[in-house]
């Protein structure tokens, strides 16, 4: 048995919905230190934190997908446009699959 010493992923890592949920987490920490009495927070005090929230998150989502875009393209001008799975390249074979099914388009 070989061992990997890359780490596999569930899903990637999306920086956009931590923020996101650092946000969120703020505005519940907020309203309740209130409910406890630890301090007083305004009704109107998340609309601020919850706008600069999304505007963080969607800037790092915009900056994730240019460098997960950018690196995807290196990837494929580094292997090839022949890569395996696509036109002309191995691991095709005329249109048909395993069994001699027809490829849907």
Do not use: C, K, N
Request: glycine residues 20%.
């Amino acid at each position: 048995m070989q061992r990997s010493d890359e780490r596999t992923w569930l899903h990637p890592f999306q920086p956009g919905r931590l923020i996101l949920g650092l946000a969120m987490a703020g505005v519940a920490l907020a309203y309740g230190g209130d409910a406890a009495g630890w301090w007083d927070t305004e009704w109107f005090a998340a609309i601020p934190i919850v706008v600069l929230g999304l505007i963080l998150a969607s800037i790092a989502g915009m900056i994730t997908y240019g460098v997960r875009r950018r690196r995807g393209a290196r990837a494929e001008r580094e292997v090839g446009a022949g890569g395996p799975g696509r036109p002309g390249g191995p691991g095709r074979s005329g249109g048909t699959l395993a069994g001699g099914r027809q490829e849907r388009p």
